[in-house]
Structure formats: structure tokens, C-alpha cells
């Protein structure tokens, strides 16, 4: 005859009970440690006060530092909950600094524990100082503060789609930035660079707000503003046929008159659609030099043009070659 075993119980039976009963397990550890001390380590930013007028730090220091605390459990565990959700801090008082102090951490926090600042509410009695872990000191040197523009440096690349190009520089707003700091430094950067970015297939006018780089990252220089604007005009290619533009011949002898036939041409430009657009003749010029171009043998002579720096290029210049005529000129 088969044997009858008895079924097995699943743990999901009387669970309740059974988290309830670990709950109040917790409950009673917790009560039991919680008035027993422990030693537990916390980092406070730092905070520098009071630099005497007229001065400013000269070199880094620490951004943080980490402090070792002595506490009750209870208080403990308050610090590591609610510490990230304040503003705790270590605070350096700089008033009696004249040109150059080192901070002793442990000495200065045991002599004035109240610039060890943590806004938990209770915390402070519950919770006393021990040591600093690191750094062990802070150096501070102070120099005489000083302000100077410096010019703005782009290096965004702007790479026109194929069938456009770039109309004029890029214009940078402000084009000067203040640089602040110890006067040994400040005196030092000569231009302030923006980050590196490109742009590539660009088909309309862009601007684009960019970073600026710091000047010297090891040292306590501060820049404003951090960003700067940047706008460059991109236009599609188009050409323009300009009639009757008037040629000039330069550097002529006094004792000579110089006219040239025809003394007007035409030609193409090529450039940006809008820019070629409100153009005028004043936008090309075109002269002979005579010193340089003239010869005895040399009477029909090709003239030189130059262009508006934001025009491309120019082409299909007619007449291609002028008449020179030179007549003296009465004593």
C-alpha cells in the first residue's frame, strides 16, 4: 500500500506574519544600535570667504575635502539620507589673509568647528568632528586683482553646402569677452577661444551660441560671458552681369594724360544671390596700372579687377583688352 506524505506548506502562507515578525526584527535592531556610536567618513564641498578687497587667489585650491565624524547611528544615517539634498560646507575665512596662508585642517576645524557647516536640522548634537582625511592643509596665495578685455577666437568651421558659400566673415557677439583674476595671470591671456565645432552642408544663415575655452585651466582666472553668439550669412551661388563699370588707370607720370578705349566694361560676378543682388558697380574695380602694365609695344592691355572680398570670382570680361592712349602734357 503507497505511503501518504503529508503536503508541503508554500512559503506564501501566514506571509504577513512572517514580514511582519522580520519587520519588528529590523525595528528592535535598529533600536538597539541607534544609541551606540559609530565613526563614518562624509566630503563637504569648500568654501572660500572673505578675500580682502582688491585681491583674488593666485592658484587652485581643493575643491573638497573629506571629514571623518563620530555619531550615534540614528545621526549617522541622517547625514549619509539627507546630506546630498543640502548645502553642506567647509568654510576657508580668508579675512586676515594678506598674500599667502596654509590652512592646517585638523587645527583650524578644531579651533573653529562652527565652519564646518551642515543644515540638517539635529544633526549638529548628535554628531561631533574627529579629523580631516584629506587633503591635510590648503594653501591660498593672493594676488592684486585685475579685469582686461581680451578679442573672442571662433574655431567653428562653417562648411557651405555644395551649390552655396559663405557671405562675409563670421561676426562674433561680443567680440571681446572680461577676463578676471590675479593680475600675473590676467595679464597673460592675449585671446579668449571658443570650443571646437563644424558645421557641415549648410544651405541658410546660422547662428549658433558657443562656449568659450578657459584660458589657463590650472589657474583662478573667471571669464564673462561663458558664452558668445555666432552668426554667419550663407547664401546660395548665383551670378550677375554688370554693364558700364568705369576703368581707371593708376600710377600715371605727372607730365602725362592717360585715357583708355573703351573706358567702360562689362563682366559676371559670382557670389551669394542676395549679396550680388542689392551690388552695385562700386562692388568691382577695375584699373590699369600704368607704371606697371604700360610698354612702348604694348598699347591694348588687359585690365586688372578687384573684387568685393565677399564675391567668389569673376568671369567673361568684355572687351578683354583696352586701347591706351598717352599724350603729353604742356610745361
Do not use: C
Request: net charge neutral.
Amino acid at each position: 500500500m503507497a505511503r501518504a506524505f503529508p503536503a508541503r506548506q508554500s512559503f506564501l502562507v501566514d506571509l504577513p506574519f512572517k514580514l511582519g515578525a522580520v519587520g519588528l526584527a529590523v525595528i528592535l535592531w535598529f533600536i538597539s544600535i541607534s544609541n551606540s556610536y559609530f565613526e563614518a567618513e562624509a566630503e563637504l564641498p569648500i568654501e572660500i570667504r572673505n578675500i580682502r578687497e582688491g585681491k583674488a587667489l593666485g592658484e587652485q585650491t581643493p575643491r573638497t575635502a573629506i571629514l571623518r565624524f563620530r555619531g550615534t547611528a540614528r545621526a549617522l544615517i541622517k547625514l549619509y539620507v539627507l546630506l546630498p539634498f543640502t548645502s553642506p560646507k567647509l568654510v576657508l575665512d580668508l579675512e586676515r589673509v594678506q598674500r599667502r596662508h596654509v590652512f592646517y585642517l585638523d587645527e583650524y576645524l578644531g579651533d573653529n568647528p562652527q565652519r564646518i557647516s551642515i543644515p540638517i536640522l539635529g544633526i549638529k548634537e548628535n554628531l561631533t568632528f574627529v579629523e580631516v582625511v584629506r587633503p591635510d592643509s590648503v594653501l591660498i596665495i593672493l594676488g592684486d586683482y585685475v579685469e582686461k578685455r581680451v578679442p573672442v577666437r571662433s574655431q567653428v568651421t562653417i562648411q557651405p553646402a555644395a551649390g552655396f558659400t559663405q557671405v562675409g566673415a563670421l561676426v562674433i557677439t561680443p567680440s571681446k569677452v572680461l577676463v578676471k583674476g590675479v593680475d600675473e595671470e590676467v595679464s597673460r591671456v592675449q585671446v579668449i577661444r571658443t570650443m571646437r565645432d563644424s558645421y557641415r552642408d549648410v544651405t541658410a544663415p546660422l547662428e549658433i551660441l558657443v562656449g568659450l575655452l578657459h584660458p589657463n585651466p590650472g589657474k583662478v582666472l573667471d571669464v564673462e560671458p561663458v558664452n558668445v553668439n555666432i552668426k554667419v550669412d550663407v547664401q546660395m551661388i548665383s551670378e550677375r552681369r554688370l554693364e558700364d563699370v568705369p576703368v581707371k588707370v593708376i600710377n600715371v607720370p605727372r607730365n602725362l594724360s592717360v585715357y583708355v578705349s573703351p573706358s567702360t566694361v562689362a563682366l559676371t560676378l559670382v557670389g551669394g544671390a542676395d549679396h550680388l543682388a542689392a551690388l552695385d558697380s562700386s562692388a568691382v574695380e577695375v584699373f590699369i596700372d600704368y607704371l606697371a602694365q604700360w610698354s612702348p609695344t604694348n598699347l591694348f592691355i588687359e585690365p586688372q579687377v578687384r573684387l568685393d572680398s565677399n564675391l567668389i570670382e569673376f568671369r567673361d570680361l568684355v572687351p578683354r583688352q583696352l586701347e591706351i592712349i598717352s599724350t603729353r602734357q604742356s610745361p
